[in-house]
Each structure stands twice: as structure tokens, then as C-alpha cells.
T-cell receptor
């Protein structure tokens, strides 16, 4: 079984400041890793994912996440945030071997202040 | 093209009643997933269909919950004898094929309130 812990339920930052949203996972098997975003009044959308290869993955809107196997982490970062990044962010894992389900963390609400 | 749609968007029901929640996946998507998101929590897996069959129903909390996908497209999540603890947002997702490497596309959810 897998579990995901997002260490911060809320993260307030100023516009143009850097941000890091933390995610740690626990699993007895190899996993795939995902970050999903939920903008206000919208459904969940995939932001980025790590399947294999380079441990640093990027999204089209400037976010990046790095898979750290030794620390079982997949933290999400952005060097300079916009007001439009205000959303709830969910980290998730999926078992590589068979089960197709996603196991989500509790979510981190990112609030950008002008 | 059209995304995943869910109806109704909101459902208020009394404790003990029966409810059905509908999911229309993206056309051609063979895999369909149901999740439940309680207030302040991340989504929790309920059940996954590959085609018409339930490939993994390990997340269904008890036998009051049941889901079908008779023609391999639309799915219905059915909850009998609803309880206040069933109040949550029920999310549906679909993917073009089964497998964690295929992106799951989520619908907007059905907010269920049991009074």
C-alpha cells in the first residue's frame, strides 16, 4: 500500500516570490509520481508527472518537481509565482506494477498575495 | 473535445435514501475511475473499470456502494441507505487506456450532501 503526505495544508506567498510545496510518500513498491492542480471552481488537472528517466520534471507553466528516491520526496517548486497560480495542489502516487488507482495527499492550498 | 461530465453537479438527499451519480467519460476512453473527496482531504479511490468490468473495487467503503458500467462508456455510482458520512464530492476520471502512465482526466464532480 502507498501513502502520501503533504506537509503544508496552506502556503501563502507574495506574487513573484519562489514557492516550494512539499510531498513525501511511502510505498513498498516502485511508484509513479504526479502533481495535480485544482483551480477555483474547476476540476483536477494533471500538472506534471514522473514515470522514469530524468528525476527533474517540468510543467508548461514553469513548475518543476524533483523525484528523490532516497528521501521518498517529490517536492513541487516554482521560482516566481503569479496570481493565476492560486489553486489547490495535490501530490499523488500510483503503483507501477498493477493497480491503476491514484493515491492522493491531503492537498496544499497555495494563495498568492499581490 | 468534450471532457468528462458528471450529473448532477449537486445532490441533496435525506439520510436513508438511495442515490445515483452519473459519469460520462471522454469518448473512446476505456478506463474509468471513481474517487471520493471529503472536505479538506485529497481524493480517495473507490473503484476502477476497464471496459465493462470492475477491475478493482477495493476502495468501496461497504456494500451500500455499488457501481456499474454496462456498455463500457457511461458509469453510475449507486449508494443505498445513505448516511451523513457519505457527504462528499464524488469525482469521476477516465483515461484512454488502463495503466498509470495514461493520464486520468477528471470531471467536475458531484457534491453529495446527506441531511
Amino acid at each position: 500500500a502507498q501513502s502520501v503526505t503533504q506537509l503544508d495544508s496552506q502556503v501563502p506567498v507574495f506574487e513573484e516570490a519562489p514557492v516550494e510545496l512539499r510531498c513525501n510518500y511511502s510505498s513498498s513498491v516502485s511508484v509513479y509520481l504526479f502533481w495535480y492542480v485544482q483551480y477555483p471552481n474547476q476540476g483536477l488537472q494533471l500538472l506534471l508527472k514522473y514515470l522514469s528517466g530524468s528525476t527533474l520534471v517540468e510543467s508548461i507553466n514553469g513548475f518543476e518537481a524533483e523525484f528523490n528516491k532516497s528521501q521518498t520526496s517529490f517536492h513541487l517548486r516554482k521560482p516566481s509565482v503569479h496570481i493565476s497560480d492560486t489553486a489547490e495542489y495535490f501530490c499523488a502516487v500510483s503503483d507501477r506494477q498493477g493497480a491503476q488507482k491514484l493515491v492522493f495527499g491531503q492537498g496544499t492550498r497555495l494563495t498568492i498575495n499581490p | 473535445g468534450a471532457g468528462v461530465s458528471q450529473t448532477p453537479s449537486n445532490k441533496v438527499t435525506e439520510k436513508g435514501k438511495y442515490v445515483e451519480l452519473r459519469c460520462d467519460p471522454i469518448s473512446g476512453h476505456t478506463a474509468l475511475y471513481w474517487y471520493r473527496q471529503s472536505l479538506g482531504q485529497g481524493p480517495e479511490f473507490l473503484i476502477y473499470f476497464q471496459g465493462t468490468g470492475a477491475a478493482d473495487d477495493s476502495g468501496l467503503p461497504n456494500d451500500r456502494f455499488f457501481a456499474v458500467r454496462p456498455e463500457g462508456s457511461v458509469s453510475t455510482l449507486k449508494i443505498q441507505r445513505t448516511e451523513r458520512g457519505d457527504s462528499a464530492v464524488y469525482l469521476c476520471a477516465s483515461s484512454s487506456q488502463a495503466g498509470a502512465t495514461y493520464e486520468q482526466y477528471f470531471g467536475p464532480g458531484t457534491r453529495l450532501t446527506v441531511t
